[in-house]
Structures are given as structure tokens and as C-alpha cells.
């Protein structure tokens, strides 16, 4: 059983004139038949994403193993080692259907202080900007079910910043708004304030105030473009490369690959009800622009007629997926006016999507640093681009029946056929990496024939 570090950092501070705002958000929390709501704390310094476990029997959620951690507590050098149960839960977002299906481990507690909710003025002055705060609690009694960790915390937050004041942030996550804040100017509230929190984090001995200091500016380092190194692939990345390099073949002058998926493939489901329901939906916007329409159905048409898609059978013993699709129009764009996009995050409530089961595989992009400085040794700089990139590369036959979507019939508007991609789709989160890795194992291949390219 693999040993986490869990840190315990107890800080005492004195805010003079200041409210400090952490990111919060209103939730439902679905559990197995039952749902409650409850205030999430997004805190991307937690290398885990926690759950009361008063709150995890409650609403009878799926334990699906256990974490063993190792929690350090300030003035010992000996660890305590705590089991932790591993549970699956959703967190849905209260005004639509977007949602995080999320493993949490189960703690007594996460944090022993009040996090305070925005006041009447911080709302007041978000709504003056057209920022609706997520935080809809009412009562700063309001226990903290949830904490949204590091590995889900960029699948919440959507990346939209938007700084309203020199210290008041608000930032945009598939719960809604968040509200970040430091600031003099919003109340003058003088107070002494001691806070503990717990942190989950992976091999991190910590025996020291300064060791805390240290650690803590790791991990609010903003990413920027620096000379420093970025920390070597992980184990797992490193297998996903290495399978990659294995069974990457070259047919009729294309690669050939697969697709990584990880140990969750054996929970997904064929995804077809969601799928059946958007091209209604696309159907129906079809009957509205038959502009629109006729672009559509040129590039379907123009996917059969390349080989990049083919008509799928009823029956498949493959690994089977429904993607939904829609229609992306590209006005500036000289050669491809639409483009069609699957959504490989689309799943019912009670199932992974595709992208669940996918594995990202590792960064093999580049580094921009040094690209920015390679440009400069020249006057002049060419840049090319690979038409349909993604298209160039073929999937495995068995495995085109996990990509399949549904397209109109001549006959009939309802009855539907079943066709599949046989290329690597864009929306899949392994594209780019398969993608990279691909154009690096052709490079090495042709390494002696033009080495200097």
C-alpha cells in the first residue's frame, strides 16, 4: 500500500485591517440515492481532495479503497499513520448539469476554523461587475464538507481570471464564480486569527518552521516562463510513454496507435442516451439554419469519403462509447469554415466519460523558453502548421468502436447510423500527448537520414 505525507500546519497570524477570502462554492453533493449541499474550499496547495467522513456516511458513498498517510504534526518528529478511506462522489454545480465526479479521501475534519463566507458588500460589489458568486451560504456556521484538492483543482477552475480591485480576484470554475481577496478597502476588521488546516501531500517531510516557509512558496509559485527545470516524468507517465514507443506501428504510410486508458475503463458505459439526446438537439438547430446543415453534412461526408470516419456495426465486443458532437464555425479560417468536435468529457451522472478513462500521458511539448530564445539566433522565422494534425493518425480498428457517434440517417431524421472515427480525435485529453509523441518518433526515426533537422 502506497504511504502519503499528510502535513499539519497550524498558523497564527494578526490581520490588521484586513478580511482574508478563500475560494468557495455552494454544492450539491450526490451520493449513492441520496444529496445534500454543502460549501467546498478550493486549495490547490492540498495535493488531495477531502471529505468529511461524517458527511461520507451520511450520504452512503462508494468506498472504493483505502490510503494509508503518514501526518507529521508540528513539535514531533514521529508521524502518525492514518488509514483513509478512498470514496467516489459528485459535486454538481446548483444551476445546471455541469458536475466533478471526484475520489475524496475521508477525514474527521478539514478545518478547525470558520472560512469565512463573502459578505453582503463583496457580493454586492461582484454583482456591480456581473460576477455572481458560487458561495451561496448564508451562515458561517456552515460546517466545510468538501476540499478540492490539487488533482482536481484545474478540472474545476476553468482558468477565466478577472481581477476586479488591486486584491479582490474573481475566478470562474464549472461551480461558478469564486472570490479571492486580501483587502483594506472592502471591510476594516482588526483581528486576531489562528487557522489549522490540514494539507494532504505526496513524500514531504516537514520538521521545521523554516522547511514550512519554504514549502508553502513552492507551492503558490505562479508558473511562469523560468530557466528552471521541470520535475522529471513521473512512473506512470514514463509507462505510458514507454507503451507508446511498443506499440506505435506504421501502416500504408501512417502511424497507428492506441489509446492509453487508464484502470477506470471497466466502469465506463456506452454513453448512448447522452449522445441519442444532443444530435436531437443538433437536429433541431439543423431545421433552423440549413446553412449551417449543409457544412455539417459536407464534412461528414468528407470524413467517409477520406477514410477518417466509417460506418460502425450494431454489435461490437470492443470497448464501446457514444461521443457527442457539435459544430465549431472558423469565419477566418481560409480552408476549414467548420469544424466538428467531439466531447469525450460527456457522461451520465452515475458513469466516468471517456476522458475519465483516458490517461493525459506526460508533456512532450517543447519547452517555450527555449524556443523563444532559439528564434532570436536568426533574421527571419518560418512558421508551419500540419494540416488536420490530428487526423494524420490512425487509430487501432479495435479500439474505433470507443470513439463512435451518431450521424442522421437519408431515410429518416430520428433513426440514426452509427458511425466511428478511425483517426485521433481532438477532443480525447491524450490527443496532444499522442500527437507529440508521435511527431518525436518520427523525428528519431529519420534522425540519421536529416540530422540536422
Known amino acids: 500500500m502506497k504511504t502519503d505525507t499528510a502535513v499539519t500546519s497550524v498558523s497564527e497570524e494578526n490581520i490588521i485591517n484586513c478580511d482574508i477570502y478563500l475560494q468557495t462554492a455552494t454544492v450539491k453533493i450526490i451520493g449513492r440515492n441520496r444529496s445534500k449541499l454543502g460549501r467546498c474550499l478550493y486549495d490547490n496547495a492540498s495535493y488531495r481532495t477531502f ?7 451520511e450520504l452512503n458513498l462508494k468506498v472504493i479503497g483505502q490510503k494509508e498517510l503518514k501526518v507529521y504534526m508540528f513539535g514531533s518528529t514521529e508521524p502518525i499513520i492514518e488509514k483513509r478511506n478512498k470514496v467516489r462522489v459528485i459535486l454538481k454545480n446548483l444551476l445546471d448539469q455541469r458536475h466533478l465526479v471526484a475520489e475524496a479521501l475521508e477525514t474527521p475534519n478539514i478545518s478547525s476554523a470558520l472560512i469565512k463566507i463573502p459578505d453582503r458588500d463583496m457580493k454586492s460589489y461582484c454583482q456591480r461587475n456581473n460576477i455572481r458568486l458560487a458561495d451561496k451560504s448564508d ?17 474545476v477552475v476553468t ?19 469564486t472570490a479571492s481577496c ?16 490540514n494539507a494532504a501531500v505526496d513524500r514531504v517531510e516537514v520538521n521545521s518552521n523554516q522547511e514550512v516557509d519554504s514549502l508553502l512558496h513552492k507551492f503558490w509559485e505562479l508558473q511562469a516562463i523560468t530557466n528552471k527545470e521541470e520535475n522529471e516524468t513521473n512512473e506512470i507517465d514514463k509507462d505510458i510513454l514507454n507503451d507508446f514507443n511498443k506499440s506505435i506501428i506504421l501502416k500504408d504510410g ?11 475503463v471497466g466502469e465506463l458505459c456506452d454513453n448512448y442516451e447522452i449522445a441519442y439526446n444532443r444530435i436531437n438537439s443538433l437536429v433541431k438547430r439543423f431545421k433552423k439554419n440549413p446553412e449551417f446543415y449543409q457544412m455539417y453534412k459536407d464534412v461528414i461526408k468528407d470524413y467517409l469519403k477520406k477514410g477518417i470516419a466509417e460506418e460502425g456495426l450494431n454489435n461490437s465486443e470492443q470497448i464501446l462509447f457514444y461521443l457527442p458532437h457539435q459544430g465549431v464555425l472558423k469565419e477566418n479560417n481560409i480552408t476549414t469554415k467548420l469544424c466538428v468536435v467531439f466531447d469525450a468529457s460527456a457522461h451520465s451522472i452515475d458513469a466516468p466519460s471517456l476522458n475519465h478513462c483516458l490517461s493525459a500521458g506526460p508533456n512532450l511539448n517543447p519547452k517555450l523558453l527555449g524556443i523563444l530564445a532559439n528564434i532570436r539566433l536568426h533574421k527571419i522565422a518560418f512558421t508551419a502548421d500540419i494540416k488536420q494534425a490530428f487526423l494524420q493518425i490512425m487509430l487501432r480498428p479495435d479500439q474505433c468502436d470507443a470513439v463512435r457517434f451518431l450521424w442522421l440517417n437519408k431515410e429518416s431524421e430520428t433513426n440514426y447510423k452509427i458511425l466511428r472515427p478511425t483517426h485521433v480525435i481532438f477532443a480525447a485529453t491524450c490527443s496532444p500527448f499522442l500527437l507529440a509523441a508521435t511527431l518525436n518518433h518520427h523525428a528519431l526515426k529519420l534522425e540519421e537520414e536529416f540530422p540536422r533537422v
Open 51 to 57: 471529505i468529511l467522513e461524517q458527511v461520507s456516511k
Open 139 to 155: 451562515s458561517e456556521d456552515l460546517k466545510l464538507p468538501v476540499l478540492i484538492g490539487s488533482d482536481y483543482y484545474w478540472t
Open 159 to 177: 482558468g477565466r481570471i478577472q481581477r476586479l480591485t488591486g486584491a479582490l480576484i474573481a475566478c470562474k470554475s464549472i461551480f461558478g464564480w
Open 182 to 197: 486580501s483587502n483594506a478597502t472592502l471591510n476594516n476588521i482588526s483581528q486576531q486569527s489562528a487557522n489549522v488546516m
Open 254 to 264: 501512417r502511424y497507428e496507435v492506441k489509446l492509453p486508458f487508464n484502470d477506470r
